[in-house]
């Protein structure tokens, strides 16, 4: 869904992610490399194919600013009572101001890349999810 720019819910309009675009073999091109590495961590050497320079999969600092903004996320649910100290949602029935923020943290959470499969779409959640904080 990330890759696909769906699923965040609210007025966020996501688009097709170039990792998406520009694999031809899926979730494999990334994800198992050559030598097939089965552990589906995502390999550096996929990543050169596009950015040359990569010496890691936080290219340009996407993923350490896509974490600062979850961080935030998290700290701003933290506070408003709708994550507990572990991380993990609080149960209850929420208006929809405060379940698309909870949502989001979720959304990202689930997709496990830090933003790397569609950096656009996460940063685009997270500053709507952060927005409904004021911040």
């Given at each position: 869904?990330?890759?696909?720019?769906?699923?965040?819910?609210?007025?966020?309009?996501?688009?097709?992610?170039a990792h998406y675009t520009m694999?031809?073999?899926?979730?494999?091109?990334?994800?198992?490399?050559?030598?097939?590495?089965?552990?589906?961590?995502?390999?550096?050497?996929?990543?050169?194919?596009?950015?040359?320079?990569?010496?890691?999969?936080?290219?340009?600092?996407?993923?350490?600013?896509?974490?600062?903004?979850?961080?935030?996320?998290?700290?701003?649910?933290?506070?408003?009572?709708?994550?507990?100290?572990?991380?993990?949602?609080?149960?209850?029935?929420?208006?929809?101001?405060?379940?698309?923020?909870?949502?989001?943290?979720?959304?990202?959470?689930?997709?496990?890349?830090?933003?790397?499969?569609?950096?656009?779409?996460?940063?685009?959640?997270?500053?709507?999810?952060?927005a409904t904080f004021g911040k």
């Open positions: 869904d990330m890759m696909l720019g769906v699923g965040g819910g609210g007025t966020v309009t996501g688009a097709l992610s694999t031809t073999d899926s979730c494999v091109t990334c994800h198992l490399g050559e030598p097939p590495n089965h552990t589906f961590k995502a390999t550096v050497s996929a990543c050169v194919a596009c950015h040359t320079d990569a010496k890691d999969t936080d290219i340009n600092g996407a993923v350490t600013a896509i974490q600062a903004k979850y961080d935030e996320l998290k700290a701003a649910l933290t506070t408003a009572g709708l994550v507990d100290a572990n991380g993990s949602a609080v149960k209850g029935t929420y208006e929809e101001a405060k379940a698309f923020p909870l949502w989001v943290y979720g959304y990202i959470t689930e997709d496990g890349s830090m933003g790397v499969h569609n950096p656009k779409y996460a940063n685009d959640l997270l500053d709507a999810a952060l």
